[in-house]
Structures are given as C-alpha cells and as structure tokens.
C-alpha cells in the first residue's frame, strides 16, 4: 500500500503563489507516477499535473499550464507542486495521488488540502 499526506495549503489573493507538498511513504514502487488533483464545490474532480518517477516526465491541464509546476524528489519521497498566479476559479480541494498516468488508473490519494484564492 502506498500512503500520501498532503501539506501546504491555505488563504491567497489572487496572483500570489503557494506551493503545495505530498509525502509518500509505503509501496511506492508499485507506482510509477505522482500527480495532482483539485475539487470545487459541486464539480467533478479533474487532473492537474503529473509526473513520472523515472524519467520525470511531466503533463498538466491546460486551465495550468504556464501557471503550476510539478516536481519530485524521490530520495524524500516527495512530490510538490508550485502554483503561481492564483485565479481564484483555482479554489479547490487539492489531491496527491500515486498510480500510472498512462492508464490514468491511480489507487492511492491522500486526504486533501484546501486551496482558497481570495479575488
């Protein structure tokens, strides 16, 4: 099993930046990617960014693409994800998971960490 704990979330204004950490620990070898994910209010949870273990390989929305970087640092076990320019339609629950983004099958999430971007 692999298990996430997601960390670095809270209040901005709109523009500011936040980075947001997710600690992996477990089986993680039994993945091969990390990625992100948000939830609005009312809305379907939806991809953010991801990144490959191996190769660090990375893929993201377009709503983010400019805006967020993804990394990880695997001796840590550690994935982060850099927002800068906040909108607030940013606002969200953010996920960590752990699975494989070619399939976009990912077993593993962590708990969340709310994002809220004052306008």
């Known amino acids: 099993q692999v298990q996430l704990v997601e960390s670095g979330g809270g209040l901005v204004q709109a523009g500011g930046s936040l980075r947001l950490s997710c600690a992996a620990s477990g089986r993680t070898f039994s993945t091969n990617s990390g990625a992100w994910f948000r939830q609005a209010p009312g809305k379907e949870r939806e991809f953010v960014a991801a990144?490959?273990?191996?190769?660090?390989?990375?893929y993201y929305a377009d709503s983010v693409k400019g805006r967020f970087t993804i990394s990880r640092d695997n001796a840590k076990n550690t994935v982060y994800l850099q927002m800068n320019s906040l909108k607030p339609e940013d606002t969200a629950l953010y996920y960590c998971a752990a699975g494989r983004h070619s399939s976009g099958q990912y077993p593993y999430w962590g708990q969340g960490t709310q994002v809220t971007v004052s306008s």
């Open positions: 990144i490959t273990w191996s190769s660090s390989s990375t």
